[in-house]
């Protein structure tokens, strides 16, 4: 089954301390992206990836690192976590940036 | 930042009934996108129509684009309750993809 997986799907954290949430796509897709998703902000891009080596920040990069070494997974990296990054994050792909994404299910993740 | 703003931000309405919903953006787009999202779920692709195109048909979804307006709205017809989600427009331009903050549509039994 053509997926986007996601892990874990609930984090709670306390602040500071290092964390990484995984994303792997199937589909041989070669653009993948990070989200966060807030009350009333809707969704808002973290990084992106083109491609393998490549990527890019987003609308909201402070506190976050990406990398992407192999074109099936794009982890996501919160260095020192801050309360300010409860979230619900997800991870999307998508064989072209300007088509249709498929999402992971979403990692909700509380920094306490 | 947000580029689309869906129209209303909810709607409840009766099993059966049609729902639609409008995302108005302020810049020229290549293409215009609906995805689904239930409950803190992943968002679902639901259809994707082209500047060139003005309604395009997916099952009991239509969707229409009118590029002069700036708009677009989503159509499901003969609703069901397991059409309970947020529905949200993106819009890309400059192969940049942007989401609206979504419309909560209820569908009651």
């Known amino acids: 089954e053509a997926q986007v997986t996601q892990n874990p799907r609930y984090l709670i954290t306390v602040t500071g301390k290092k964390l990484t949430v995984t994303c792997s796509q199937n589909?041989?897709?070669?653009?993948m992206s990070w989200y966060r998703q807030d009350p009333g902000l809707g969704l808002r891009q973290i990084y992106y990836?083109?491609?393998?080596?490549?990527?890019d920040k987003g609308d909201v990069p402070e506190g976050y690192k990406v990398s992407r070494k192999e074109k099936r997974n794009f982890p996501l990296i919160l260095e020192s976590p801050s309360p300010n990054q409860t979230s619900l994050y997800f991870c999307?792909?998508?064989?072209?940036?300007?088509?249709?994404?498929?999402f992971g299910s979403g990692t909700r993740l509380t920094v306490v | 930042s947000q580029q689309g703003e869906e129209d209303p931000q909810a709607l409840s309405i009766q099993e059966g009934e049609n729902a639609t919903m409008n995302c108005s953006y302020k810049?020229?787009?290549?293409?215009l996108q609906w995805y689904r999202q239930n409950s803190g779920r992943g968002l679902v692709h639901l259809i994707l129509?082209?500047?060139?195109?003005r309604e395009k048909h997916s099952g009991r979804l239509r969707v229409t684009l009118d590029t002069s307006k700036k708009s677009s709205s989503l159509l499901i017809t003969a609703s069901r309750a397991a059409d309970t989600a947020s529905y949200f427009c993106?819009?890309?331009?400059?192969?940049?993809?942007?989401f609206g903050a979504g419309t909560r549509l209820t569908v009651k039994p």
């Open positions: 999307a792909s998508s064989r072209d940036r300007a088509y249709g994404y498929t």
């Open positions: 589909m041989n897709h070669e653009y």
């Open positions: 990836s083109m491609n393998v080596e490549v990527t």
């Open positions: 810049t020229s787009i290549n293409n």
């Open positions: 129509i082209r500047s060139n195109e």
């Open positions: 993106a819009t890309v331009a400059n192969n940049d993809m942007r």
